[in-house]
């Protein structure tokens, strides 16, 4: 297979082609600089191309499946769908962001119908999460409710920070009675009983509110993670001025000088996600322990790449393409039993 790595030059981009080359695996790095792409190929011994998104089409003419890592993807995921449903390429990206899971989700039948998979979501955001959701619902198929939480150390990267800038604006997401809902940040409080121990989570806007409903069809999802209890008051009232072009642009350019977790602080940091699903009668509840979740993602990439000729084409949560087990399969991550109550 030809793959290609888009936003080779972004953290988390090199990230997977330097884990790629290790595992021998030769992707085409690209990006829209070839000034910042090129040097990053030259050292890994790799093919580079520099283009815009709006030609993408005529770059992916030769290349299989495409890693999708140039976000935020709200501005950028479109254009590359686009192109690879005319040039039937497989596209995975590495988003957590809800509206770009829906849209995404929408072209399932234009996947088809070209014979591909899409599947968004191929890292951190939002594996673990998506496959816990599943094994919970493989435990009570009758379940109506679902609570995800987790919990990430090490720091974020340049492009999760954008990310959340944007995300700071809009509020909270709720997935309820299968409709999208908005809502404040932390709204809703609760205890995430994580394999580290017992922790007070808020409610945030996260992938699985979009991703989990399509994985399982439970149709109330609220997901959770450390949150101040005063952040989601603070949020309502600045929401209108965290709107304002000119304090995204500012908020932008100092995320933009966000350096990532280095090798050493990725090897010593973990991640953790607790999911809880429930009907009128019973609740069952499942915990798993990650690595650093920058370091998952490049791994749960390269196993995804590598098992995409046995998925039906589509648009697809990282469950629904591998099952609910393939958390199971990456490295260094521990599942808990599940617990019925």
């Known amino acids: 297979m030809t793959w290609m790595v ?42 580079h191309r520099a283009f815009d998104l709006s030609n993408a089409r005529e ?52 996947a088809r119908k070209a014979g591909i998979v899409l599947l968004p ?47 700071a604006a809009v509020g909270g997401r709720i997935r309820e009675d299968g409709e999208l809902k908005s809502v404040r940040i932390g709204h809703r409080r609760r205890t995430a009983y994580f394999r580290s121990g017992p922790r007070e989570v808020g409610s945030i806007p996260w992938g699985d509110v979009s991703t989990a409903y399509r994985s399982t069809g439970i149709p109330n999802i609220t997901t959770f993670t450390l949150v101040p209890g005063l952040l989601g008051q603070l949020q309502q009232v600045f929401a209108p001025i965290l709107q304002t072009p000119l304090v995204q ?39 798993i322990t990650t690595p650093n979740a920058y370091s998952l993602t490049a791994d749960s990439v390269l196993r995804a790449i590598g098992k995409l000729d046995g998925v039906a084409p589509g648009a697809h949560t990282p469950s629904s393409a591998f099952g609910a087990d393939f958390i199971r399969e990456l490295d260094g991550v521990v599942v808990g039993e599940v617990r019925r109550s």
């Open 6 to 47: 888009y936003g080779a030059n972004g953290y988390t981009g090199r990230l997977i082609a330097e884990l790629a080359v290790e595992r021998g695996e030769r992707p085409v790095l690209a990006g829209r600089s070839a000034e910042k792409v090129e040097p990053i190929a030259a050292a890994l011994g790799l093919e």
């Open 59 to 110: 770059h992916l003419t030769d290349v299989d499946a495409v890693v999708h890592c140039a976000g935020p993807f709200a501005h950028t995921a479109t254009a590359m769908v686009d192109a690879c449903l005319k040039t039937r390429t497989h596209y995975l990206d590495i988003t957590g962001e809800i509206d770009v899971f829906e849209s995404i989700g929408l072209r399932d039948i234009d």
């Open 121 to 167: 979501g191929a890292g951190f955001d939002v594996v673990p999460t998506d496959c816990a959701a599943a094994i919970l619902k493989n435990a009570l198929p009758t379940a109506t409710h679902l609570d995800l939480a987790f919990v990430v150390g090490g720091g974020a990267s340049a492009g999760t920070t954008k990310t959340s800038v944007e995300a």
């Open 249 to 287: 642009n500012v908020a932008k350019s100092a995320a933009a000088k966000v350096k990532g977790p280095d090798e050493r602080k990725r090897a010593n940091t973990r991640a953790e996600v607790f999911g809880e699903a429930w009907d009128a009668h019973t609740k069952v509840e499942c915990a």
